[in-house]
């Protein structure tokens, strides 16, 4: 079902607006009396949150207008998760040193956020740790590709090549992410080691998404930038306190970060064949825990 760009446009604002708004919302439901804070509920109520800031409104918004899968461009062949695979390198590199280099243990470290659980040997811990991960992935998932699909039909269609895309837009988000991680760096809170790693990382996935992706087909610009844009946003002012309260260097440091992989998502999906390999990415930046995921919530220490 193709639908009007007007109706795509208003996904999209209605999309980013649970993304961006949501920390503000989960800040004032909190303070209401009886909110579940702490045990069993209050575990849940977190994970639930996840998948509502992120992945609710694109799937209700699909299922609303009757185009299913169709909305997140995942009608396509489902091999290409294959392909995929070689995306995850850069990200599980990246989480394993991290973890390493923060002193943890290496089989925890290649464990990932399962590993963490793990190591506090909480069956209950370990359980909602898998909940949330399950949250996490479903909801980035969600979020990126319905926001590349529909603003591919809801603006003005300025066509860029998809080597072009991803090298403007994905190297651009590495060098904002850069520059505020450096800047960052002079106080305490982030080594320039650490900073470093996450931009090369970040540098080689947009390369390795540029060895997959067809030299020839275009993909109009608003399929880049409306991902791009709300997964920064939504990092700016869940992290950073927005651009006039706070610390924007934080939103700009890890916004940058996130979203080249939104780039590298939104071009994987405009490539049609090839959307089922942001899956696998996908499940990586949030099996290991970094400042590459999309989702502001899930963001590691030092984001």
């Not at 992989?261 to 499940?283: D, G, N, Q």
Request: proline fraction near 7%.
């Amino acid at each position: 079902m193709i639908i009007e760009s007007d109706e795509a446009r208003s996904d999209v604002i209605l999309a980013a607006a649970a993304a961006v708004l949501g920390n503000f919302l989960i800040g004032i439901v909190s303070q209401l009396p009886l909110y579940p804070r702490s045990g069993v509920p209050g575990m849940l109520v977190a994970v639930f949150w996840i998948f509502a800031v992120t992945g609710l409104v694109p799937l209700l918004l699909a299922q609303y207008r009757g185009d299913g899968v169709r909305a997140f461009g995942l009608d396509a062949p489902r091999a290409a998760w294959r392909r995929g695979l070689l995306l995850v390198v850069p990200v599980v590199v990246l989480g394993v040193l991290q973890a390493l280099l923060v002193g943890g243990d290496p089989l925890g470290a290649a464990l990932g956020r399962i590993g963490q659980a793990l190591a506090a040997a909480a069956p209950l811990g370990s359980a909602m740790a898998v909940l949330e991960l399950v949250a996490l992935i479903i909801g980035g998932v969600l979020l990126t590709t319905f926001l590349t699909v529909r603003g591919r039909e809801g603006f003005k269609p300025v066509d860029l090549s998809l080597t072009q895309a991803l090298r403007t837009f994905g190297l651009g988000a590495a060098g904002v992410a850069l520059v505020a991680g450096l800047l960052r760096s002079l106080g305490p809170q982030v080594g320039t080691g650490a900073v470093l790693l996450e931009v090369g990382a970040l540098v080689a996935l947009v390369l390795l998404a540029d060895r997959l992706v067809p030299l020839g087909p275009t993909v109009p610009r608003g399929a880049i930038l409306a991902p791009m844009v709300v997964v920064a946003v939504a990092h700016l002012f869940a992290l950073g306190g927005g651009l006039l309260f706070g610390n924007p260097l934080i939103g700009l440091h890890a916004g940058g970060l996130a979203a080249g992989t939104a780039v590298v998502v939104a071009v994987m999906v405009s490539a049609r064949h090839m959307a089922w390999a942001v899956v696998p990415l996908l499940i990586a930046v949030h099996w290991w825990p970094t400042c590459l995921s999309p989702v502001p919530i899930s963001q590691a220490p030092g984001c």
